[in-house]
């Protein structure tokens, strides 16, 4: 099914190495590790904990940069923007869905929903009718002036991939979406972000612990010693 | 577009939900507006007032002849209207007077003559009641009052107004009521008893002279030569001057006094954007997760810096509108002082209502938003710069805060420099004083982290060893969340400095006056002519019975009185010294016995401080002044301490005005007494030898207390914009210790779930915001020293010329330690309070 689905490579890492200082020592996270994944790609990253796939995400999204190398997405370099550059690329084209869900305390369900649309000046019946859509969709419609800390943590993560996907993203990265959950509703959650994900054609990278949600995904890649190599159950 | 609608609503819900957060916040720049505000509109509607009363009592006056020590004599006038064709010119005789009766209302007394008033005031709406106006002409002793004066008097015509003048009753008959049209009318009457000019002169027992003539000259430029006809008529004790620049001179008196009281209101917007800078910097460490949030969804950091300032702007905008509001009602309760201060020391006037001008309420909404904004730029650059990572730990701020403070300390020991730079920078007027006066605050402010810092490691081992792990956790807590603690310590700081300078700067002026008193009241008793102004002395006689009173050994004879000068009106002396009365005067320059010498044979004049200060006239220069013979140079034998008139004070011998002003008359008298004379029944034997005459008598203790009053009602309106300070910084470390508080929230549950009881989590509280209180008061001490200093020796010298002794009293200091501490641990109840009551089990579910 994910053959079916690649078509040209969306995501391109180059080189990339990255350490951590951790007091007078240095961590090494990545060395030298190249990785690609093409357009409509669904892959799990799993590892370790610490062993850097939040990070992986993190340099991916821009929100950090790596020591080294080159990461491209559509061909241009992230590592070379400008930090402003970098956070309209993250707001035009990726959508994030976090384990502590993360919605805007100070905004009720629909607002969150919004907030994307706003900062990508998405305004319009069009919009409108997308906000009231995924609202549906995650059978949220009726919670939609609640705040988040009214709802459970199955109903905030519904929401946070709502909002990750509201502005119709390339690329969708969720890092360890069930880790907050209990089995039954990580199972519902990651149900729903798989299908609505591919509904939208765009590229899902989820970093995680939980071997049920590689069971949904197209590749599973492992993070150990620096580098990104194919999971051993699903290579 | 950089703002987005929806982050200013998710900015305003956060405010919504911290509503102490939000209230503090709005009241700490509502204060500091609201004092701002109101002192400058106070000083505005004072000047103002005098200046409408000016205006109203001018009328179309364009120029006045002036001077002469009784005044302009009657001659004068009619030789005028008879030499000068057709000019509009009218009689003037004006003086302050007082109602008799306990309520001493201050009433100004004009005498006119109707006939030459409308084409100068109309206004006066005399001539539209031609019966009455021939009343006020014809029949002597009687008078015309506005209906809102004689309304606040109880008076209506055909009544009885009693006059107090120079210490006789004078009775009015009530002629005519006037009602004003205009505002400006209003103004011009208000307090005016107006009566025709034979009967002022009669009232003051002045005949035969006038204040001054007012005259039109509609084209002083032109061809006509008026203006030097005029010159040429005049006598050489009289004077030819402009309305205007003379108007205008009059109301600048204060400027000095104004702009002391706008510095003080600007130190409490000052300490008021510290709160502002403390709430805003915490709402961003507060919402550094949401802040790391909306940059992960795509925010860029000029929006999030934006969004920042935006809302130091709303705070701004609605702090500023309220502080207008309070300042408005402030003003209504500072006008009295300050009208009370300009009576005392500077011109006679009346107002009751504070006039709103939109330039000033303007300008204060302009500066309560610009004082939010600025002091809202460096959270919007911290939260600008916040990570777009998710959480970023409280610890990893306060690390980069300490990794910082190196830099924070060096910015203020920079600034301390630039105060330096800016005292002694050459030339440097009132303005370079309190720009160093300000870089002086802030530079201290930079400072306090630092030595917080320091001061907690020093006292962490005491702490340790004297409470053991408790108190040593307490006063970690304090050093630990330095980036939130050192800006309320600051704010604390600078408020109780200001506080302490002023205290210490009043006390050594206090001193001053009251040892200048002590010294200059050199005779036992004083004997003076009641009222103010030229006109008034007393007779020769009199001073002759006084002479030969039994107990007497010695008099000295002085004559005050405004003179003409080449640059407007000076107060002068005129004194003939008895042997004592030398030792009464300090000499500040050099050789006092060669100044003396001048002053007795060479008809030099001395001159107060401020007059040297100001017009740079050293020792052997020389000042101008109208005497009876023109416009004459008199040489500056010296400069003298004194501290009467901020306006200075020319001293000269008696013989010297005599002979140049053609007046020998006298106003004081000095009397020293034989030893063993009992000094009430002296006074007793000279209230006999004044006879007829009405004189004040009184001993030199009771003017001491008298004007040692009036000193400290100078001081009164500073009082309240310090004690405003203070409670500006009290909501200041009021909002730190809250936000603290909410901080530390889930420690504090913690530690109530290892076991501490509420008492144990009550005392760590206060022990921190009494840590606080004494580091922001030890802090505050050499900060208040060197304001007192700078106030001292820099601002009242370059204000009022007045030079002082600078006296730090230790109880001072002592006081405003005492109100720092007492300030924070007030301020810590509530928190305390909170943090001893809250359940833990809740924190730590929220958490």
Known sequence: ?235 | MIFKPLLGLSSARYFKRHPWQFGLTLLGIALGVSVVTAVELASQSARRAFELSSEAVLGRTTHQIVGGTLGIPERVYVQLRMNIGYLPAAPIVEAPVRTDGADRVSLTLLGVDPLAEPEFRGHLGIASKRRAQAKLITEPMTAALSDSTAARLGLEPGDVLALNINGRRVELEIALLLAPRTALERQGLENVVLTDIATAQDILDNAGYLTRIDLIVSDPGGGSGVLDRLRALIPSGARLVETGPRTRATAQMTRAFDLNLYMLGLLALVVGMFLIFNAMSFSVVQRRALIGRLRVLGTTRREVFFLVLMEAAVFGLAGAVLGLIIGALLAQQLLGLMAQTINDLYYSVQVSEVSLSPAILFKSLLLGIGGALVAAVLPAIEAAHAPPRLALQRHELERRGRKLLPLVSAGGVALLLFSLAAVFWPGGGLGAAFAALFFMVFGFALLAPGAMVVAMRLLSPIAASVGGDIASLALRGVGRHMSRTGVAVAALMVAVAATAGVAVMVDSFRHSVSDWLGRTLRADIYMSVPGVGNLRSISPETIQRVRNTDGVSNLSLGRRLTLESETGEVEALAIEMAEQSYAGFKIISENPEQAWAAFDEENAVLVSEPIALRSGIAVGGGVTLLTEKGLLPFKVAGIFRDYSTDRGLVLMSRATFVSYWMDEGITTIGVYVLPGTDLAELRSRLEAAAGDQALFINDAASIRELSMEVFDRTFTITNVLRLLAVIIAFVGILSALMAIQLELGREFAVLRALGLTRAQLFGIAEAQTGVLGLVAGLLALPLGVLLSLMLVEVINRRSFGWSMSFEVDPALLGNALALSLCAALLAGLYPAYRIATTSPAEVLREE
């Open chain 1, 1 to 235: 099914m994910g053959k079916a689905l690649k078509e040209t490579a969306l995501i391109e890492l180059r080189g990339i190495s990255k350490t951590y200082r951790e007091g007078d020592a240095r961590r090494i996270i990545f060395d030298r590790l190249d990785a690609r994944f093409d357009k409509g790609e669904f892959v799990c990253i799993t590892g370790r904990s610490g062993t850097g796939k939040s990070t992986l995400l993190n340099l991916i999204s821009g929100i950090d940069l790596p020591d080294q190398g080159e990461i491209h997405l559509d061909g241009e370099d992230m590592a070379r923007l400008s930090d402003r550059e970098r956070t309209l690329v993250r707001r035009r084209r990726i959508g994030f869905v976090f384990q502590f869900f993360n919605l805007i305390p100070t905004l009720t369900v629909e607002e969150n929903l919004r907030l994307p649309l706003e900062l990508n000046a998405k305004q319009g019946d069009e919009w409108e009718k997308r906000v009231a859509m995924l609202l549906d969709r995650v059978a949220l419609a009726d919670r939609a002036s609640s705040a988040p800390e009214n709802l459970s943590g199955g109903e905030q993560q519904r929401v946070a991939i709502a909002r990750a996907l509201v502005h119709r993203p390339d690329i969708l990265l969720a890092d360890e979406p069930t880790g907050n959950l209990d089995q039954e509703t990580g199972r519902k959650v990651l149900e729903l972000l798989a299908s609505m994900t591919r509904e939208t054609g765009a590229t899902l990278l989820m970093a995680t612990h939980s071997s049920e949600a590689t069971a949904y995904a197209d590749r599973v890649m492992r993070i150990r010693d620096g580098q990104l190599e194919p999971a051993p159950d699903r290579a």
